[in-house]
């Protein structure tokens, strides 16, 4: 079993950043590849970001391409996710994830391991 739990949610101002983190326990993320997904109220859970078990391979929704970057370090057990340049719609509450799967990066069912979230609030 693989326990997360994200951290670095917080209320900030369109324009401003935050540095969300996931740490992991129970088990070595090294043979999983992570995503973090999003779901803002009354919406379904959406996929935000993607990278591999290496690092060397990241994917990202086109919502946030270019503001937000997904990274890992295998060595502390964690992954990260920059969110730069940040919009009201951007809202959600975050969620990271592990899966050993291989099949569609971007539908959440292929994931095996969830935290709990952490909410992110954008204010205009």
């Known amino acids: 079993q693989v326990q997360l739990v994200e951290s670095g949610g917080g209320l900030v101002q369109a324009g401003d950043s935050l540095r969300l983190s996931c740490a992991a326990s129970?088990?070595?993320?090294?043979?999983?590849?992570m995503g973090w997904f999003r779901q803002a109220p009354g919406k379904e859970r959406e996929f935000v970001a993607y990278?591999?078990?290496?690092?060397?391979?990241?994917y990202y929704a086109a919502s946030v391409k270019g503001r937000f970057t997904i990274s890992r370090d295998n060595a502390k057990n964690t992954a990260a996710l920059l969110l730069s340049t940040l919009k009201p719609e951007d809202t959600a509450v975050y969620y990271c994830?592990?899966?050993?799967?291989?099949?569609?990066?971007?539908?959440?069912?292929?994931?095996?391991?969830w935290g709990q979230g952490t909410q992110v609030t954008v204010s205009s």
């Open positions: 994830a592990a899966r050993a799967s291989t099949t569609s990066v971007f539908s959440d069912y292929t994931y095996e391991y």
């Open positions: 129970g088990r070595t993320l090294r043979p999983y590849a």
């Open positions: 990278i591999s078990r290496s690092g060397g391979a990241t």
